[in-house]
Each structure stands twice: as structure tokens, then as C-alpha cells.
């Protein structure tokens, strides 16, 4: 969001919808968020709205793998019997 907070309920979701230049507007991801909030609306799953809006506001976001995160088997400690 404009203010560095992020959207904390639908309807925080839904003003910045309604806020956006054309140009991000008539991006897909963004349509799907918001035909998901539409969706949402009128009775749909909550989760589904959430999921569409986080997707469209991290579209520019890279996904890496660091190897730094993953943990091995090989350093996991003997037990007493295998020793």
C-alpha cells in the first residue's frame, strides 16, 4: 500500500483496488484479485480474496532458492545405541 502498512481486512484490500492507476488496473493479476473480492462479497471464501490480493501485490517479487535455509541429513547426531 502508498503508506508501507499492508491490507489487513477486505476492505482494506477493496480501497486500494478502487485506487489504482489504469495501468496496473488492467494488469491479469490484478483483475483476478479483484473479481475475487467481487466473488467474496457476495458470500464467497474469504481466503480466496486474500490469497488473489497478496499474489497481485507481490507479482514483481523474486522467487530464489537459497541453499543457505535448507538442512541436510548427513549432520544429524548419532544416538547412544549406534555408537
Avoid at 477493496?14 to 466473488?39: C, V
Wanted: hydrophobic share 35%; net charge positive.
Amino acid at each position: 500500500m502508498p503508506d508501507g502498512r499492508r491490507p489487513l481486512t477486505l476492505k482494506d484490500a477493496d480501497d486500494y483496488t478502487t485506487k489504482l492507476p489504469k495501468k496496473k488496473f488492467d494488469l491479469l493479476e490484478w483483475q483476478s484479485a479483484i473479481e475475487a473480492l467481487m466473488l467474496c462479497s457476495r458470500g464467497g471464501h474469504a481466503m480466496l480474496a486474500r490469497i488473489g490480493v497478496m499474489r497481485a501485490l507481490t507479482r514483481d517479487d523474486e522467487r530464489a532458492f537459497n541453499p543457505d535455509t535448507k538442512r541436510h541429513h548427513w549432520g544429524k547426531p548419532k544416538l547412544k545405541r549406534e555408537q
